[in-house]
Structure formats: C-alpha cells, structure tokens
C-alpha cells in the first residue's frame, strides 16, 4: 500500500513539473531579434534615424543610451534588435516623418541593441 501511494506521489508530482515547466505558448514568447544591413540615415524627426536595408527597406530606427547611431550617419551598418513594440499615439506622432523618409518603401520599426559598422560609405 505505501508503494502505491509512493507511486501515486511521483506521478502526480511529475505531472505538475512538466505542466508548470512546460515552454511558453508562442504567443507569450519573447520578440524576434532582426538583423538588418544597410544605409544609416538621420531622420526629419529630432534624434530619428532610419536605414534603407539591402533589401530596399525602410527601417526606423529607435535606439537606446548603449548604442550610439549619430557616429554613423551616412555609413552602411549592420543593426542588430528588436520589431519595436510603439503605441497608437507613438505612431500618430512619428507617422509624416516616416512618410517623408520611406518613399514608398516598406516600413518597420526596430528598437535597435546593437550596431556594427560595415563601411565608412553607402553604396546605392
């Protein structure tokens, strides 16, 4: 009898550690990380820049106080980050700025965590 009841123990035991451990739902998972290369451009809106990817993209970028895009301006980088998450009003603000700068291009914003330097110049 203490063995059965040993066994019922384990079992239930081990259930709830593989449905409390179990992986989040792809839902509640963390963002992708994107990596882009392209052209460093400054922004028409105050401390905006945006890059036109490889790809003919046009990514706006959004930075944080570790990573410095203002010594880049004008070079082809690598930027390393995440689709940026921005409210309704964020976007209301920022939108006839984006409108200007993607001329027609696709657009996607990027809070940017890394960046990279490919060239001290852009190639169109």
């Known amino acids: 009898m203490i063995q059965k009841l040993a066994w019922v123990v384990l079992f239930v035991g081990l259930s709830s550690m593989l449905l409390y451990g179990s992986p989040q739902m792809a839902d509640e998972k963390a963002p992708a990380t994107q990596t882009v290369t392209g052209c ?52 209301q603000k920022s939108q ?15 809070q940017v965590s890394s960046v990279k330097m490919v060239s001290a110049t852009c190639s169109k």
Do not use: C
């Open 40 to 91: 460093l451009q400054k922004g028409t809106e105050a401390g905006g820049y945006f890059l036109i990817s490889t790809d003919d993209k046009h990514w706006e970028l959004y930075s944080n106080s570790d990573v410095s895009l203002a010594d880049h301006i004008g070079h082809t980088i690598t930027v390393t980050g995440t689709v940026a998450k921005r409210s309704k009003a964020q976007e």
């Open 96 to 110: 006839p700025y984006e409108n200007k700068e993607k001329d027609g291009k696709q657009n996607t914003d990027l």
